[in-house]
Antibody
Framework: EVQLVESGGGLVQPGGSLRLSCSASGFTFSIYAMQWVRQAPGKGLEYISGIGSNGDNIYYADSVKGRFTISRDNSKTTLYLQMSRLRPEDTAVYYC??????????????WGQGILVTVSS | EIVLTQSPATLSLSPGERATLFCRAS??????LVWYQQKPGQAPSLLIYDASNRATGIPARFSGSGSGTDFTLTISSLEPEDFAVYFCHQRDNWPPTFGQGTRLEIK
């Protein structure tokens, strides 16, 4: 059974930093692209970052470019999102999402349960 | 970036009725349009990929159609568990984008 479990969310002040982790199991993590998609309260979905199976082909949405860094450790089957210079508009549920191919940009067949990040003073 | 516009925003129907949801793209996405279902308090789950292909385990009452800029998700006869929010997603152009969702509620 595919499982994606996010951790590391919580309340942080504007300008602060947070590191999200996503522990994956139930599939061969090292051969699939992984993504982070977020959903602000009451809003739609926003694709914010993707990484290829080998840690290449990295993409960031303009809204987070220069502030967020995506990475992965295939030996630990874990995906990360380092978030810095956080803003109130980054408040959202962040989903770890598995792609169906080695490169980002395809569709997504499994999603984690999501983790809430709240940026507020 | 490509904007996806979903309509209606909310659809109120009864179990057993037919549901038709629409997704329009601001420019052609070929057939690279995906549909997800999101139930309250849950993560989205894959329904339809590449416009008309049902994902594994998705019942036959769900069908997708369309190409270019106009797409449709049809649920032929609503079951109680189908009342949820449905999102479309295009993977033809970078960055991937999502529609704002259609809420399917019980009438």
């Amino acid at each position: 059974e595919v499982q994606l479990v996010e951790s590391g969310g919580g309340l942080v002040q504007p300008g602060g930093s947070l590191r999200l982790s996503c522990s994956a199991s139930g599939f061969t993590f090292s051969i699939y692209a992984m993504q982070w998609v977020r959903q602000a309260p009451g809003k739609g979905l926003e694709y914010i970052s993707g990484i290829g199976s080998n840690g290449d082909n990295i993409y960031y949405a303009d809204s987070v470019k220069g502030r967020f860094t995506i990475s992965r450790d295939n030996s630990k089957t874990t995906l990360y999102l380092q978030m810095s210079r956080l803003r109130p508009e980054d408040t959202a549920v962040y989903y770890c999402v598995k792609g169906i191919a080695a490169s980002p940009g395809y569709y997504f067949d499994y999603w984690g349960q999501g983790i809430l990040v709240t940026v507020s003073s | 970036e490509i904007v996806l516009t979903q309509s209606p925003a909310t659809l109120s129907l009864s179990p057993g009725e037919r549901a038709t949801l629409f997704c329009r793209a601001s420019q052609s996405v070929s057939n690279y349009l995906v549909w997800y279902q999101q139930k309250p308090g849950q993560a989205p789950s894959l329904l339809i990929y590449d416009a008309s292909n049902r994902a594994t385990g998705i019942p036959a009452r769900f069908s997708g159609s369309g190409s270019g800029t106009d797409f449709t998700l049809t649920i032929s006869s609503l079951e109680p568990e189908d009342f949820a929010v449905y999102f479309c997603h295009q993977r033809d152009n970078w960055p991937p984008t999502f529609g704002q969702g259609t809420r399917l509620e019980i009438k």
